[in-house]
């Protein structure tokens, strides 16, 4: 039980890092923000829970291919955003179009042999 506290404590702090850091400077909070870092995290929880090689690289690989759809909702969203949606609209419908996007990438990779 210890160990799942300081695993959540961990990435929690991270978050809430990157948060009062874009308060200051956008940028900069995005910078870190894009960092692999939870990812990062998520494969040293995985390695030490499973000690599993095959596991961790699937999850890298599988995390790789679902980076890519996530993208375009960083470009929608502020533009959405710029031109005058709601904030809350303009998030749902980000998130909606990136949902879009995984549905379509895990429609897609199978035909190039790619197995998630």
Known sequence: MTYLFIKAA?????????????????????????????????????WRDTTDIERVAAHAQSTFWFVLPSLPMFLVFPAMLRHGVTFWLALCLSCVLTIGLYVITLWLLPKFGINL
């Open 10 to 46: 961990l990435s929690g702090l991270i978050i809430m890092i990157v948060s009062e850091i874009a308060q200051r400077s956008p940028a900069l909070g995005g910078l870190i923000a894009s960092l692999p870092l939870i990812s990062i995290l998520g494969i040293i929880w995985l």
